[in-house]
């Protein structure tokens, strides 16, 4: 099956732009499973329902609210809530390139493979390599489906990776975490126990191979499923169809690379290579809130309801 191109814009330092599509660079592989009417086999979805009540609600009588404080909130319109939307600009906007090892794996998030679209190959690949060859990584901005996301532009082998990063307002401080003092002496281990622990973690290393490790529970269920299905336990159920959403639009066109090149480094006055400061970002984001925020009035459209297996 081909990759879907999910969105369509560039990748833009300095003034080169590389048009490029992302990919997903995952697909979710667990076990789905569906809310039926076990009377019709009908599909069944989510309900509206007033928690206090008990009751269901209709649609026009939901608004959304953040609370401020305890027990109180600010409802926010729907004009209020998409004014604050940042401006969509369909563009991977790096603000400055960082050593590959910076990056903590708790901020790494979600991966897209992006891949070079009209005639974009020639930069699209002076960027990778160049990226490999400096072992550096780009930490930019980008607006997917009207939010805005930090992200860290990867090499990894022929592609680059764009990985959608965590906030770092969205990371817990360690501090509430009862952790052991860094450093053997500090944590009372001894030489033989470090030794015992090296030979044990020698012992157990090998090659990273990913088809080494599967999902049980899917297999397992798979395998019951299929074992029923052969004996003729099978359901009709009939499923709403689904509309497709559009593809976002192509990206910038591209002019001389080498022009580019130079003019981006001559920006700093000179001709010579200079660090260029972090880009200032003009899109909008919305008001802070205390820190005591939650989410509030979260409401679900009708569809039918899916729930992951733990």
Do not use: C
Not at 29 to 55: A, E
Request: aromatic share 6%.
């Amino acid at each position: 099956m081909a990759s879907r191109v999910l969105w369509k814009g560039a990748i833009s330092f300095g003034l080169v732009h590389i048009p490029v599509g992302l990919h997903s660079a995952t697909s979710e592989s667990g076990i789905d499973f569906d809310w039926l009417d076990k009377r019709s086999m009908d599909p069944v979805g989510y309900k509206r329902i007033n928690k206090r009540t008990g009751k269901e609600i209709t649609k026009e009588n939901i608004v959304k609210g953040v609370e401020y404080e305890d027990g109180q909130y600010v409802v926010l319109s729907e004009e209020e809530i998409k004014s604050a939307y940042p401006k969509t600009t369909q563009t991977i906007e790096i603000e400055s390139f960082v050593p590959n090892t910076e990056i903590p794996f708790v901020y790494l998030e979600r991966p897209y493979y992006v891949a070079p679209i009209n005639k974009g190959q020639k930069v699209y690949a002076l960027l990778r390599d160049t990226l490999l060859k400096t072992q550096r990584v780009g930490i930019a901005r980008v607006i997917i489906q009207t939010k805005q996301h930090l992200a860290v532009l990867v090499p990894s082998g022929p592609v680059l990776v764009l990985n959608l990063l965590r906030w770092g307002a969205d990371i817990r401080s360690l501090e509430e975490l009862n952790l052991p003092p860094v450093g053997a002496k500090a944590a009372g281990l001894s030489d033989k126990e470090l030794a015992m622990a090296r030979q044990l973690v020698d012992d157990m290393t090998g090659k990273w191979d990913p088809e080494q490790f599967t999902d049980s529970f899917k297999d397992d269920i798979m395998a019951l499923v299929k074992r029923k299905a052969k004996e003729g336990k099978l359901e009709n159920v009939v499923q709403p169809e689904e509309s497709e959403e559009p593809e976002a639009r192509s990206g910038a066109k591209i002019i001389d690379l080498t022009e580019l090149l130079q003019r981006s480094l001559r920006k700093g006055g000179g001709d010579a290579p200079k660090a260029r400061p972090a880009a200032k970002t003009t899109t909008k984001t919305a008001a802070k809130t205390p820190a005591r925020k939650k989410a509030a009035a979260k409401t679900t459209a009708h569809a039918p309801a899916r729930r992951r297996a733990a």
